[in-house]
C-alpha cells in the first residue's frame, strides 16, 4: 500500500513539558507542533546535561491508532532533532528505529522479535506517510500565546508559582525567619526537585525579560542583575543529581531569593507607579488644533492605563475619567477623548448601567492627563484598581457601590 493510502495523523497533545516556553494544547499535525517546539527552544534553550526538559504528549491517527511519547530534551537532543525535521518527529522515530531494529531483542525468542520490529516497522511508515505536506503543517497559524509575567503583582505572581508544587510536593516548615510576621508564604515551602526548579528558573527568566521593559533602565538593572547570580546559583546546583532529586536548598529559594526578587520588583515600581507611592504625574494634552505634545505621540503602540482630570463644577480639578488600551493602542484610546464630538452627559444619567460610553470627551485646552504604560496583558487590571482606588466621576463599571440604607 502507498505511503498516501495510509492513515494520516489527525491531530497531536502537548500535554507536559518543563520548558515554560512550550504551549500545551492541540496540534493539526506533528510538524505544525513542531514548529511551535522550534520557537520554544529558540526561546528558552534546553539543558546541556542534566536535568533534560521532560515533553509528555500523544499523537493520534485517523484510524483510532495511538503513541504516547515521553521524551527527555537536550541541547544535544535539539540538534539532532534538526535532521528529523523536528523534535517530535525525531522522538517518534528514534523510538520506532529502535523498535523496528531486531539487534534491540538479543535473546529473545523469534517470533516476539518479528511482532515488534513489525510494530516498529508500522510506526516508521506512518511517520512517513505524514511527512507529506509538512510545509503545509507548518505553515498552520500557532494559536497565540501570552508570555509569563510576575506583573502587576509580584507577590502574587509568586504565591501563584509555588501553589503550582504545594499540591504535589510536601511542605517543609522554613527553619529561619520569616521576613514580615504576617507573611505566612515566608514559613513553609514546597519541597521541589531539580524538574520543578528549572521550571521556576525558567519561567521567571522569561517573566522579567519582558516586564523590565516597565521600569527604568537603572532600576531593571538592579532586579536583573540580583536574579541572575541567583539563576547561577541555582544552576551550579542543579549540575549534581537527576530531575526527580529534591532540590537541595528549597528553603534558601521560596522563603529567601524569590521574595527578595518581589522586594526589588516592588521598589523598582515604585518611582513610575501610582498605585505604590499616591501620586499621578498629570501633563497637558495641549490646545485644540494643535498637535499632540511628544509624550503623547510616544504612546503609538503601547498598552497602559490613562487617567483624566479635568476642571469640575466648582472650577477646581478633578479626576473624571479611567481608562486603558491592551491592544497597543494606548495613543488612540487616550486621544479620542479630545476628540471635537462629544455625547451629552445626559447619557451618563439616564439610566444606562452597561460599560462606558467611549465617546466621552474633554477639552483639550482645560484638561490633564497621566498615563501609565504596562504589559498588554495587564492594562485591563491596572484600569479596575485605578477605577477602584480614585473612583473617578465618570466611569460607570469597575466602581464600589456604597450601600444606601432604607
Given amino acids: ?180 510576621d504576617d507573611d505566612r508564604d515566608g514559613t513553609a515551602y514546597p519541597a521541589t526537585n531539580h524538574a520543578d526548579v528549572r521550571y521556576v528558573t525558567n519561567y521567571v527568566t522569561i517573566a522579567l525579560q519582558g516586564d523590565l521593559r516597565t521600569v527604568t533602565p537603572t532600576a531593571a538593572g538592579v532586579v536583573w542583575n540580583h536574579w541572575r547570580a541567583v539563576r547561577d546559583t541555582i544552576e551550579t546546583i542543579l549540575r549534581v543529581g537527576d530531575a526527580t532529586d529534591e532540590y537541595t536548598d528549597n528553603e534558601g529559594l521560596w522563603v529567601r531569593q524569590l521574595p527578595a526578587l518581589v522586594r526589588l ?62 491592544a497597543d493602542r494606548l495613543y488612540e484610546t487616550l486621544t479620542r477623548h479630545f476628540q471635537s464630538w462629544r455625547r451629552w452627559k445626559s447619557f451618563w444619567r439616564g439610566g444606562f448601567t452597561e460599560g462606558h460610553d467611549p465617546g466621552l470627551t474633554y477639552e483639550r485646552d482645560t484638561a490633564e492627563a497621566a498615563v501609565l504604560v504596562t504589559p498588554a496583558g495587564h492594562a485591563l487590571e491596572m484600569e479596575r484598581r485605578f477605577i477602584r482606588r480614585l473612583r473617578p466621576r465618570d466611569n460607570l463599571v469597575g466602581q464600589e457601590v456604597e450601600a444606601v440604607p432604607f
Fill in 1 to 180: 500500500m502507498s505511503a498516501h493510502a495510509r492513515p494520516r495523523v489527525e491531530r497531536v497533545h502537548i500535554t507536559v513539558s518543563d520548558n515554560p516556553a512550550v504551549r500545551p494544547g492541540r496540534y493539526a499535525s506533528i510538524a505544525h507542533a513542531d514548529a511551535m517546539l522550534e520557537q520554544a527552544y529558540a526561546d528558552v534553550p534546553a539543558p546541556d546535561g542534566r536535568p533534560f526538559h521532560l515533553l509528555l504528549g500523544s499523537v493520534h491517527w485517523n484510524d483510532g491508532y495511538e503513541l504516547r511519547p515521553r521524551v527527555y530534551i537536550s541541547a544535544r537532543f535539539v540538534r539532532e532533532a534538526a535532521a528529523d525535521g523536528g523534535i517530535l518527529r525525531h522522538a517518534l522515530l528514534a523510538s520506532a528505529r529502535a523498535q523496528a531494529s531486531p539487534a534491540s531483542y538479543r535473546g529473545f525468542h523469534p517470533e516476539l522479535v518479528a511482532r515488534y520490529t513489525a510494530e516498529g516497522r508500522e510506526v516508521l511508515a506512518r511517520i512517513e506517510a505524514d511527512a507529506i505536506d509538512d510545509e503545509a503543517h507548518r505553515n498552520v497559524a500557532v494559536p497565540a500565546w501570552s508570555a509569563p509575567s510576575l506583573l502587576p503583582d509580584p507577590a502574587v505572581a509568586i504565591r501563584r508559582l509555588r501553589d503550582r508544587f504545594a499540591g504535589r510536593r510536601r511542605i517543609v516548615a522554613a527553619l529561619g525567619n520569616a521576613h514580615d
Fill in 265 to 326: 520588583l516592588d521598589d523598582a515600581r515604585a518611582h513610575d507607579s501610582p498605585l505604590r507611592n499616591g501620586r499621578l504625574t498629570f501633563r497637558p494634552v495641549g490646545r485644540r488644533g494643535e498637535p499632540y505634545p511628544p509624550w503623547v505621540a510616544d504612546l503609538r503602540g503601547r498598552s497602559g492605563v490613562y487617567v483624566i482630570r479635568a476642571p469640575g463644577e466648582s472650577g477646581h480639578l478633578e479626576i473624571v475619567y479611567v481608562g486603558s488600551s491592551s
